[in-house]
């Protein structure tokens, strides 16, 4: 590589760096997406990924030796470079003190454990920060704000600009609800659906009143669907109950149509296939044009179907499902149903039925439509996983699946990702438990447990 190639590559690594911490990714992430975009070993993806030069990792490698009553024998950054280049490797003390800097495993760094090494010494906390601080959430927070605001101009009842206000929070909440930790938005969404339940519990008219009943129902699902992100299977029946309720009450058999197949989808994930199954019927009777039909059908009808062995009747909804996508006039649905999620979805029931290289398939097409890092993304990554695990390749499966957690967040990966890739982990564990599927279970039983949306409204009432 010349000189300048040389320069490009690093200006590249720089504005990978700062256009992952403004989307408040971690810095496992950050470096994924630089190896995944640059030529660079896992060890230089790693110090770019926190804008340091070689000198600074010069400095912080010396005194991570020195903390361990090490002498630093004469690091220099020329030598860095032979090993980020791959010229030489770094010896045991300095690979150790390379872990613990980056706090990360050394495999992650493309290194050997040293012998003897304590397992544990690089799971302690960084030392060091990046070189730009991340982003935080107060774009969020001013949106309910602004609602909180205007109710204060027009009373507690509220009045059309606050109405106004209610409708473009939601959209706000419904385009941006992959750019947060749903802990956090979903605190948002309670926040403005108490708002509304504030107003309703005022004199109202009835055309307003109904119009402020379809907001909270639409809010109530928003939350619901937060709530089994972050693997509140109770919270999300309770707030999905009470948006098909809603909808059902005022007419809105959108509304009523998709909460209850998101309630398909929560109990999909507690495996009670038979109850899935039945909610999706309902919400089929409800889905009025292509969209929601193809939706339906992929979304609630597929996976119970594949994993009751009614494989003629999974084949019949699949075909459904895409034929109803090629009509479909709509590019995507409200909360993201897109050709994605419908290649998603017949992935994970072409698994489910052993069809092993129709579910690459569809996994790819899902992936390959979707942004690195995104919930999306995630998602068919790990349904990847699964279908190389189908194919005995625990290697392309392991690396997948720890793809999936370097570049995304914990705080973002969605409980759907977390139990796929802990089934994942099952299927390998069955075959081989050490090496690299151990260290896969290692990383997902230290991800910090999800935190469900603070329950801070009650939820809306019938009248």
Request: proline share 5%.
């Amino acid at each position: 590589m010349t000189r300048a190639q040389r320069a490009d590559v690093v200006r590249e690594a720089a504005r990978i760096r700062f256009e992952g911490q403004r989307a408040g990714r971690s810095v496992d992430a950050v470096a994924g997406e630089i190896g995944r975009r640059l030529p660079l070993s896992a060890l230089e993806c790693r110090r770019l990924a926190y804008g340091w030069t070689r000198s600074q990792l010069v400095s912080a490698v010396v005194d991570a030796l020195a903390a361990r009553g090490l002498a630093d024998p004469g690091l220099s950054e020329a030598r860095v470079c032979r090993w980020e280049h791959g010229d030489t490797s770094p010896s045991a003390d300095y690979a150790e003190a390379l872990a613990a800097v980056f706090g990360v495993a050394p495999s992650r760094l493309g290194l050997a454990v040293p012998a003897g090494a304590d397992p544990a010494w690089y799971r302690r906390p960084q030392p060091r920060e990046q070189g730009a601080a991340l982003s935080d959430h107060t774009p969020l927070t001013a949106v309910t704000d602004s609602v909180a605001l205007q109710l204060e101009v027009e009373g507690p009842a509220g009045g059309p600009q606050t109405r106004d206000r209610v409708h473009r929070a939601l959209e706000y909440y419904v385009e941006r609800y992959g750019d947060y930790p749903p802990a956090v938005i979903g605190r948002e969404v309670h926040r403005c659906r108490n708002l509304v339940v504030g107003m309703l519990a005022r004199d109202q008219t009835e055309p307003h009143r109904r119009e402020l009943r379809r907001l909270g129902g639409w809010l109530s699902a928003l939350v619901g669907n937060f709530a089994f992100s972050a693997s509140d299977y109770t919270g999300a029946h309770i707030h999905l109950g009470t948006s098909a309720r809603l909808g059902g009450d005022v007419g809105d058999t959108r509304l009523e149509g998709w909460s209850l197949g998101a309630q398909s989808m929560v109990a999909q994930f507690q495996y009670r296939d038979a109850d899935a199954y039945d909610l999706a019927l309902q919400a089929r009777e409800l889905a009025g044009d292509d969209l929601r039909k193809s939706q339906s059908a992929a979304w609630c009808e597929l996976r119970p179907l594949a994993r009751m062995g009614r494989r003629s009747e999974a084949r019949d909804a699949a075909a459904r499902a895409q034929r109803h996508m090629e009509a479909a006039t709509e590019d995507h649905g409200r909360f993201g149903f897109d050709r994605a999620q419908l290649h998603l979805h017949l992935a994970e029931a072409a698994l489910d039925l052993g069809e092993t290289a129709d579910g690459r398939r569809h996994a790819t097409a899902s992936q390959d439509l979707k942004t690195t890092g995104s919930g999306g993304w995630a998602a068919a990554t790990a349904v990847l996983a699964r279908a190389a695990a189908g194919r005995r390749d625990a290697v392309e499966a392991v690396g997948l699946g720890c793809a999936v957690l370097d570049a995304v967040p914990a705080d973002h990966l969605r409980e759907t990702t977390r139990r796929r890739l802990w089934e994942l982990h099952a299927e390998l564990s069955s075959a081989d438990p050490t090496g690299p599927v151990r260290e896969l279970g290692d990383r997902l039983q230290a991800l910090a447990p999800h935190v469900p949306p603070a329950r801070s409204s009650p939820e809306i009432n019938g009248r």
